[in-house]
């Protein structure tokens, strides 16, 4: 076994299997079996040494790969060809050779989706609700969906012919296959300082990029986040912990257990964000999607809605072998941060909610009340200034400013006017006494140019910053200004950002 050992040293790929979507396009896998006796008393050493339980072998069918293997009664445990292995990890990766469609079953009929913008079906005209019932003159109606991808999906550059039924009328379309990419995550701004961020699949620079566009988000002024996980079903285990990393300030992320017993436990470094947070998730997340849902949860780092998850809690090697063929193997099971087993069960969310079609919004609504509560706000004011920047924010729309936020001995200063008048709040200057005026609530707070104090209904507050006077202009140390008008700030040093907000 000293040859395994290397090869599971150097060469296994560690990952989470993922679970087979034909939405989504990944390729469904029947194996090819290589019943020789060398791959054969292979594939029984792997087995014997790293398959996470251990294996009776009385009774057990050894005279082929595929009664060994269906005798472990696990469906992550599989042979794949070199072919096969291609097509795992082009859906693994979100990319393959096809026409770029999403595809399901309506009624008998496979149906499109939709086509991705800017693909070959997209161009050659194919829409929503077209009926697929040829694909190279072969008729597919009634045919699993899984059937169809395999038909329609090929080498980029060849030809594949699609007939579909729109309406009462026949078309046929002559489609040049191209090399498909799927995006494993995207984002937009929503109304209420909602960001919202979609992750189809856990793919190799998923983390990278979920990191940047929550950056994006934050500078388009989100409050909190919805991280939507339906249909994910899983990918690669480091992008997952990554992730979690990102969304999750403090804890353990998961354990995994092997057949030794042994546990590794994997937790955050510290640095997640603390904004408030809901996932969506149902039947169909599974995987590193339970394992970053499992990590919010139990670590009270934000809200579950939807439907009970999927309940896959095991960790698969893929390992090559001798004669070019790949064993992925299921090498230890995971556990969420409390030490639960979920395999078999899912996770049941904070807040369920049958209907798809009805989540988001109760998402929307759930994450905008923990936002008020976090702010302690009903109606929200929000400033994003950047540092050295004459742009900035204003609840989301982006403004010209006459005047630099600067830093100075440490500390953050802001123009007042245009803080105070952003806010909705009154700024007058008494050219008379040299003080600054600033109205809230019926009440005046005085600030004085050079000064470290300041003065509001008869009371005296100070502060280790003096108010700066610049070009006639006026800047105050921010969370002074917060001190006294009783907002929350909240610094973002890499971005080089500000906010600013206040209820109304």
């Not at 269906?70 to 082009?90: V, W």
């Not at 190279?136 to 899984?146: D, E, I, K, Q």
């Not at 049941?348 to 509560?373: C, F, G, H, W």
Request: proline share 4%.
């Amino acid at each position: 076994m000293g040859k395994m050992a290397i090869h599971m040293r150097h060469k296994v790929w560690v990952i989470l299997a993922v679970l087979v979507l034909a939405l989504a396009l990944i390729p469904s896998l029947s194996p090819a079996w290589a019943d020789t006796e060398a791959s054969l008393e292979e594939v029984r050493g792997w087995l014997k040494y790293y398959y996470v339980n251990p294996i009776d072998w009385n009774g057990v069918d050894q005279s082929s790969l595929e009664s060994m293997l269906n005798s472990l009664g696990d469906p992550y445990t599989n042979y794949l060809s070199p072919k096969e292995f291609d097509s795992f990890l082009m859906g693994l990766g979100g990319s393959f050779g096809g026409i770029g469609i999403y595809i399901e079953e309506v009624s008998g009929f496979v149906t499109v989706v939709s086509p991705m913008k800017g693909t070959p079906a997209y161009m050659a005209g194919l829409k929503s609700q077209d009926r697929i019932i040829k694909v190279n003159g072969l008729n597919v109606v009634g045919a699993p969906v899984s059937q169809v991808v395999d038909l329609i999906r090929g080498e980029p550059g060849t030809i594949v012919v699609l007939t579909v039924l729109r309406g009462d009328q026949e078309l046929t379309f002559k489609i040049v296959r191209d090399f498909i990419k799927i995006a494993t995550i995207s984002a937009e701004m929503m109304e209420d300082g909602i960001g919202y961020i979609k992750i189809t699949s856990f793919g190799e620079t998923t983390s990278t990029e979920m990191k940047k566009l929550m950056a994006e988000l934050d500078k388009a002024g989100a409050l909190g986040y919805i991280v939507d996980l339906r249909y994910n079903g899983g990918g690669y285990l480091d992008s997952a912990l990554e992730i979690a990393d990102l969304l999750v300030p403090k804890g353990h992320i998961t354990h995994t257990v092997d057949r030794s017993k042994r546990t590794q436990t994997y937790s955050v470094t510290g640095k997640g964000s603390t904004k408030p947070l809901v996932l969506l998730v149902n039947e169909g997340s599974a995987s590193g999607s339970e394992i970053l849902a499992a990590a919010v949860l139990e670590n009270g780092a934000g809200v579950l809605v939807g439907t009970t998850t999927f309940g896959k809690a095991s960790v698969q090697a893929m390992v090559p072998l001798d004669n070019g063929s790949y064993l992925k193997l299921t090498t230890a099971y995971y556990l969420t941060p409390k030490g639960n087993n979920i395999n078999g069960v899912g996770l049941k969310p904070t807040v369920v909610v049958e209907e798809y079609n009805e989540q988001l919004p109760r998402a929307k609504e759930i994450l905008a009340n923990l936002i008020a509560n976090k702010y302690q706000l009903t109606s929200t004011a929000l400033i994003s200034l950047f540092i050295n920047n004459d742009k900035g924010l204003v609840n989301g729309e982006e403004v010209a400013l006459s005047e630099k936020p600067f830093i100075e001995n440490g500390r953050t200063y802001v123009p007042l006017r245009f803080v105070g008048e952003s806010l909705g709040l009154k700024v007058e200057w008494q050219q008379e006494t040299g003080k600054i005026l600033l109205h809230q609530a019926g009440e005046a707070i005085v600030f004085t140019p050079g000064s470290t104090t300041a003065q509001r209904g008869g009371q005296e507050y100070s502060f280790d910053a003096p108010v700066v006077l610049r070009n006639n202009r006026s800047y105050l140390p921010v969370r002074f200004l917060i001190e006294m008008i009783g907002g929350n700030v909240n610094w973002q040093q890499d971005a080089g950002r500000v906010d600013i907000i206040l209820a109304k």
